[in-house]
């Protein structure tokens, strides 16, 4: 149920519509430096799902493709997913839907890395910006509210898939302080 409940933050309060996770078309984005500057620059995260923080990527990106349409199979939602996390964002996707409301924009990701891990699973922290994110109705008005949080602190459960040898979002814990 997180999930429905993100898209009541997003629209309601300022989380994140979707986890939004069920949001739209993604980039990435990353802090790089110019080519002048003495810091190395950050790569842009990947969707690489042989990594915990790829899968992280892959889910949100996923995410964002799905909230920018009425159409899709959402069982799509189980080559980046698994359990808690499929099921909220099924749920946050048939939300939308049900009130043909569709994300714009893309899903920002600044300081995405694992926090622990195992063998079969890890703790992916990552600061996710909605603020090139929106939410429209049938008729192309926004229903955000004005005030919602444009960065939150989002913590990701992923599980490892040793028989398909990839990374899968199985949990998310949204809504987190402003980052």
Request: hydrophobic share 30%; glycine share 10%.
């Amino acid at each position: 149920m997180s999930g429905a409940v993100a898209v009541l933050l997003l629209v309601g309060c300022g989380g994140d519509g979707g986890d939004t996770e069920g949001s739209s078309t993604t980039s990435s984005s990353s802090t790089t430096s110019s080519p002048t500057s003495s810091e190395p620059s950050t790569p842009a995260p990947t969707a690489d799902q042989s990594t915990s923080t790829g899968a992280v990527v892959a889910f949100i990106e996923m995410s964002d493709e799905m909230g920018g349409s009425f159409t899709g199979d959402l069982s799509d939602l189980s080559n980046v997913s698994r359990g808690e996390a499929r099921e909220d964002k099924v749920e946050t996707l048939k939300i939308y839907r049900s009130k043909q409301w569709r994300s714009t924009g893309s899903t920002g990701l600044d300081d995405l890395r694992e926090t622990s891990s195992s063998k079969d699973g890890a703790k992916v922290s990552v600061c996710v910006d909605y603020s090139d994110v929106d939410i429209l109705d049938a008729k192309g008005r926004s229903v955000v509210n004005d005030d919602r949080q444009e960065r939150v602190l989002h913590q990701y459960t992923v599980v490892h898939d040793e028989q398909a040898d990839k990374w899968f979002v199985s949990a998310l814990k949204d809504g987190g302080p402003t980052c």
